[in-house]
C-alpha cells in the first residue's frame, strides 16, 4: 500500500498488507500493521500502533500514539540522493513515539538533523542499537546487545528512567543516563553523567581525558581497564603524568587531593595487579592529618572494599588497572 502527497486526511485502521508507504499530511486513526516494511515520511501521525514484522523507516514530523515494533527500525532524515529538491534537511521536523519501541535486531535513532523522542520504554531484544544526536528517550532501555550513544555540540543524548544492557556499551561525547546497569562492557570517550545509580559487572574502559560522574551509588564488579579516579559524584581517568606519579616512590599527595575536594571522608587506595605500585609514605602522612580512613590493597581487592564502602560512605579511589 502506497500513500502520497495528499491533504491532510483521516484513513482508519490499515489492514494487515505486505508493505506500508506513507507521505505527506495523513492521519490514520487505529492501527497500521505490515508484514515486510512500513515507512512513515512528512508529516504522518498514527493514533494507535504500528506493527511489521519487517523494518519501520519513520523521518521528518511523524507522531505514533501507540508503541512500534519491528524487526530493524531506523528513525532518521533520508540521504541526499532520496530528498526531493525542495527538501532542506534544517526544516526536517522531528519524530514523536508515545508508547514503547520494540525491535527484534536493530534500531537506529538518529538525531544528528531533527529532534527523536520516545516517551515509552526502548525494548532491544538482540542486534546493536545506534542512539546519536537530539535524542530522548524518557522511560530507558532495555537491550540484549551491542548499545552505543553519541552526542554532538549542542545535540545530546538523554536517557531517562532505567536503562539495563547486557552487552557492550559505548559512548561518545556528552551523554546523560538516569540510572544505569550493565552486564558487559563500558567504553567512555567524553563525559558520561550517571545521574542516579551505576551498577556494572565487567570491564570500563575511559578514554584518556574522559570524564565519569555518578550522583548516586556506583557498584563496579569486575575489570578496570584504564587507571581510574573515582570519587563521591563521579570519576576520570588517572592520568599519572598530571603529577610525576611513578611506581616508586608512588602514588603522591596531589593523587588523592581531588578526591578529598570531592568529600571523600575514606580513601582506597590500590596496588596493582602484581602489587607493583607503592605509596609515598609521604601520601599517608598526609592522609591521616587531614583525618582522612584510609585503605591499601591490591587492585581486585580495592575494587571489593571500594564498593563495600561505596553503600553508605563518601568513598574516593585510586585504581592501578595494571601491574
Known amino acids: 500500500m502506497e500513500l502520497r502527497k495528499l491533504n491532510t486526511e483521516n484513513r482508519r485502521s490499515i489492514q494487515p498488507t505486505s508493505r506500508i508507504s506513507l507521505q505527506h499530511n495523513i492521519h490514520v486513526v487505529g492501527n497500521a500493521n505490515a508484514s515486510t516494511d512500513i515507512s512513515l515520511l512528512h508529516d504522518v501521525v498514527v493514533t494507535g500502533d504500528l506493527e511489521c514484522g519487517g523494518k519501520v523507516f519513520l523521518s ?3 507522531i505514533v500514539t501507540g508503541r512500534v515494533t519491528g524487526r530493524d527500525i531506523e528513525f532518521s532524515t533520508m540521504t541526499m540522493a532520496a530528498l526531493d529538491r525542495s527538501d532542506r534537511l534544517d526544516n526536517y521536523k522531528g519524530v514523536i ?3 514503547n519501541l520494540n525491535s527484534s535486531e536493530s534500531t537506529l535513532l538518529s538525531g544528528r538533523e531533527m529532534y527523536i523522542k520516545i516517551a515509552g520504554r526502548v525494548f532491544q531484544s538482540g542486534g546493536s542499537m545506534l542512539v546519536e544526536g537530539d535524542v530522548l528517550i524518557e522511560l530507558g532501555i532495555h537491550a540484549h546487545g551491542g548499545v ?3 552526542s554532538f555540540e549542542k ?7 532505567a536503562t539495563s544492557i547486557n552487552g557492550i556499551l559505548s559512548t561518545e561525547g556528552d551523554v546523560t543516563i538516569e540510572n544505569l546497569t550493565l552486564v558487559g562492557t563500558l567504553n567512555i570517550e567524553g563525559r558520561l553523567h550517571i545521574k542516579g545509580d ?9 578514554k584518556r581525558g574522559s570524564q565519569f560522574l555518578v550522583d548516586g551509588k556506583k557498584t563496579i564488579r569486575g575489570v578496570i581497564k584504564e587507571d581510574l579516579k573515582l570519587f563521591p559524584g563521579g570519576g576520570r581517568t588517572w592520568d599519572w603524568n598530571e603529577t610525576g606519579t611513578r611506581h616508586k616512590p608512588g ?3 596531589a593523587d588523592v587531593e ?3 575536594s570531592h568529600g571523600a571522608t575514606t580513601v582506597v587506595l590500590s596496588l596493582g595487579m602484581d602489587m607493583k605500585l607503592h ?4 601520601t599517608l602522612t598526609f592522609l591521616e592529618e587531614k583525618g582522612i580512613t584510609t585503605h591499601v590493597a591490591e587492585t581486585r581487592k580495592a575494587v571489593i572494599i571500594y564498593n563495600k564502602l561505596a553503600e553508605d560512605t563518601s568513598v574516593g579511589g585510586l585504581f592501578h588497572s595494571t601491574c
Open 60 to 62: 521528518d514530523g511523524v
Open 97 to 99: 513515539v508515545f508508547g
Open 251 to 253: 602514588i603522591q599527595p
Open 148 to 150: 552505543s550513544f553519541r
Open 198 to 206: 551505576f551498577k556494572a559487572r565487567g570491564r570500563v574502559y575511559l
Open 279 to 282: 605509596v609515598d609514605p609521604a
Open 155 to 161: 545535540k545530546i543524548v538523554m536517557i531517562q528512567g
Open 258 to 260: 581531588e578526591l578529598i
